[in-house]
């Protein structure tokens, strides 16, 4: 039997780390996607003991002021664009960096270009891509629903950079997501009357 499972990478990770923090019995509070201020003082065993805990699911315990801040744009652009609500419009994600980090927007873009070797522009598309993608796997919106609500110029700007990330246009996406959940659908039925 398979099943279809739609995962919310940012409730997992909170829900990963949280475990991990009250098995080492620290006090701590979460304070958004990837900060935890930890309100007692943790010994390096502990610490080790955490880092090491959390690596088996690709978590790392980032240390350099530099990485800090590409983690906390990383995070900004994600919580950006799975919001539930209609993305920003593309001139104002820099805005929204800015107001989010307290931090210049031509600082943190040349940063991020230079430790992660690309821009912040292709961040924000690949993400917009995977959101896509879970729309439409998980939803019933049009490509032009998916377009507005990812706030593209148009459904052929969307469906370019989703076929340029991807290698398929959306609606090709589609119809493989359909088929595969209709052969799955069939092997379930299959097992069913045996």
């Known amino acids: 039997m398979k099943l279809n499972i739609q995962i919310d990478i940012n409730i997992v990770g909170k829900k990963l780390l949280e475990e991990h923090l009250d098995r080492l019995q620290l006090d701590y509070i979460l304070r958004g996607i990837g900060e935890v201020e930890i309100n007692d003082s943790i ?52 805005s929204y960096l800015s107001d989010k980090l307290k931090c210049r927007y031509g600082y943190i873009s040349s940063l991020f270009s230079t430790i992660t070797f690309t821009s912040i522009e292709n961040f924000v598309k690949l993400q917009k891509i995977e959101r896509a993608k879970l729309l439409i796997s998980n939803s019933e919106l049009s490509c032009s629903e998916i377009a507005w609500k990812l706030n593209y110029s148009s459904v052929p700007h969307f469906s370019s950079q989703f076929k340029n990330v991807t290698g398929l246009t959306p609606t090709t996406f589609q119809r493989i997501i ?10 379930q039925e299959i097992e069913i009357g045996n």
Do not use: C, W
């Open 43 to 94: 010994s390096s065993v502990k610490l080790k003991e955490l880092a090491f805990g959390l690596h088996k699911y690709g978590i790392e315990i980032v240390e350099s002021e530099k990485n800090i801040l590409i983690q906390k744009i990383k995070d900004a652009i994600i919580e950006m664009v799975y919001m539930d609500d209609k993305l920003p419009i593309t001139s104002s994600v820099s």
């Open 178 to 187: 359909k088929k595969r959940r209709e052969a799955q659908n069939e092997e």
